[in-house]
């Protein structure tokens, strides 16, 4: 006799309900199934995947380490089944919860003044934008795009190139008036330099040699912030000096709040900003393709 086939989908959702709901009852409440029907559709889950997803007491249910594991994954499944049908059903017109991840200072200055018209030529989508300099895992966020500044470490990503922002050294002019305007990279060991407190790809500012070569000089200060976006406003409030992407500083040049400092010592050096995606391509929803086409339309830098 042939072995019927396992609905693998349906177990994923009775999993994830269990969990939702806090046990077996509850759970089998909202699915309109009996209490006994759930826990032995939970016991085959277990047998076929040879794990214990549930630890069982008579108070209450705990994930096990594989039953965290594989109810992260069953949810990012069901939530993609049920957006490919959503999709479907609309002609694979752009719908449903689009999660990105960006660097803060990208995200306050590029990301979200353009979100007003995406979401006006697709309104079917739901942006869910989260801002962090922190580098995070698209998986385990839960993301479906994350911006990228600086070199790209994960070959298992997609990456579409945004553009390139040249870095400039600048400080307010209170800042200068009280302390000086340094002439060399030299001289920066006596100002207060705005420094991250978290590791960064280059350990200090480079700047160009007189006869050729680069000089490193770590940012040192009073003053550790956790994002770009709080360097550039403790530089914009006097405190001391920062380096930046000119994007994230254009505006602050134009109208004389910041002054570019050792220019002819500035190396040229660049950040690239990428958009990052669980490939291929090709297989991407509707919502995340017209996302990524409307940064690469709008983005300016």
């Known amino acids: 006799m042939a072995r019927p086939e396992t609905n693998r989908a349906a177990e994923m959702e009775v999993f994830v309900r269990v969990v939702q709901s806090g046990g077996f009852s509850a759970a089998a409440r909202t699915l309109g199934l009996s209490p006994s029907a759930v826990s032995k559709l939970i016991g085959r889950l277990e047998a076929r995947l040879g794990a214990r997803l549930l630890s069982r007491s008579t108070r209450r249910l705990q994930l096990t380490p594989e039953g965290l594991t594989f109810h992260d994954r069953a949810v990012r499944i069901l939530a993609d089944i049920t957006a490919a049908e959503q999709e479907a059903g609309a002609g694979a017109a752009p719908r449903g919860r689009l999660r990105v991840n960006s660097s803060v200072p990208f995200g306050m200055h590029r990301l979200l003044p353009l979100l007003p018209g995406f979401l006006a030529r697709h309104p079917a989508v739901q942006v869910d ?37 040249r870095m400039v050294v600048v400080a307010a002019p209170a800042y200068l008036a009280r302390h000086g305007t340094p002439q060399r990279p030299e001289e920066l060991a006596a ?39 709080q360097s550039r406003l403790l530089a914009l409030a006097g405190l001391g000096i920062g380096r930046f992407g000119a994007y994230h500083v254009g505006a602050d040049l134009a109208a004389g709040r910041l002054v570019p400092l050792l220019e002819a010592w500035n190396p040229g050096d660049t950040e690239i900003i990428s958009a990052v995606f669980i490939g291929p391509g090709g297989a991407l929803p509707a919502r995340v393709r017209a996302f990524l086409d409307h940064l690469a339309e709008n983005v300016r830098l």
């Not at 801002?131 to 990503?157: F, H, K, Q």
């Open 129 to 165: 934008v989260t801002l962090t300099d922190r580098v995070v895992d698209l998986l385990e966020e839960r993301a479906d795009i994350a911006i990228r500044v600086g070199p790209l470490r994960e070959s298992r990503l997609v990456a579409r190139k945004l553009g390139e922002s």
């Open 191 to 229: 100002h207060n330099r705005i420094g991250f407190s978290f590791a960064r790809t280059v350990a200090g500012w480079p700047f160009r040699k007189p006869g050729g070569g680069t000089l490193l000089l770590p940012p040192e200060g009073n003053a550790l912030v956790s994002d770009g976006e």
